[in-house]
């Protein structure tokens, strides 16, 4: 069975702060992670996918597969980056979400 | 980009009637398009696969009757709520998934609310 876990539904850091989001799974075969986000009003949107190894707007995420985690990652937060942000892995070609965090930067 | 849009945007009905909720890939064809519910505050949970010109694949626990699905064109996926009640109210959210590319990156409608009274 795929499982996503986020453990923090609430991440609030002040602006300029590192933001680290956690995310954990659970899933038999080779795993694909991927972070999504959602803007205030807007739609799901996906930020990036650990196959690509890419930063987009400063985040990163490393796969570790000893701990089957996907943390996302950025050194210093900055006020647009409050969002809800799920991460979420594909596996037997759906994907399964976590529940999401809510992130806040404070100014 | 790829855009995909839902129709309507909200809904109210009133209990026992059905609800038709539209998905559209506006600039591309999707050949796998896929349905999430939303409770509020909780995290999308996959109710269906649909694929063009066949049936489409339930989840565990959804039933098929009650969330009809009909993706009859490369560009339109629906959802019908049949015999809607107040615990179906929730937010419907689709996703298309392109067809005859490489990309494996779903794209996501801005998502339908439902309310049933």
């Known amino acids: 069975a795929q499982r996503v876990t986020q453990p923090e539904k609430l991440l609030s850091v002040f602006k300029g702060a590192p933001v680290e989001l956690k995310c954990n799974y659970s899933y038999s075969g080779s795993p694909e992670l991927f972070w999504y986000v959602q803007y205030s009003r807007q739609r799901l949107q996906l930020l990036l996918r650990h196959i690509s190894r890419e930063s987009i707007k400063g985040f990163t995420a490393d796969l570790n597969k000893g701990e089957t985690s996907f943390h996302l990652k950025k050194p210093f937060a900055q006020e647009e980056d409050s969002a809800m942000y799920y991460c979420?892995?594909?596996?037997?070609?759906?994907?399964?979400f976590g529940q999401g965090t809510r992130l806040t930067i404070n100014p | 980009g790829a855009v995909v849009s839902q129709h309507p945007s909200w809904v109210i009905c009133k209990s026992g009637t059905s609800v038709k909720i539209e998905c559209r890939s506006l600039?591309?064809?999707?050949?796998?398009m896929f349905w999430y519910r939303q409770f509020p505050k909780q995290s999308l949970m996959l109710m269906a696969t649909?694929?063009?010109?066949?049936?489409?694949?339930?989840e565990q626990g959804v039933e098929k009757d009650k969330f009809l699905i009909n993706h009859a064109s490369l560009t339109l996926s629906t959802l019908t709520v049949t015999s809607a009640h107040p615990e179906d109210s929730s937010f419907y959210i689709c996703?298309?998934?392109?067809?005859?590319?490489?990309?494996?990156?779903?794209?996501f409608g801005p998502g339908t609310r439902l309310t049933v009274l």
């Open positions: 979420a892995l594909r596996g037997a070609q759906k994907l399964v």
């Open positions: 996703s298309a998934l392109p067809g005859g590319t490489s990309t494996d990156t779903q794209y």
């Open positions: 600039d591309f064809q999707a050949t796998t």
């Open positions: 649909s694929n063009e010109g066949s049936k489409a694949t339930y």
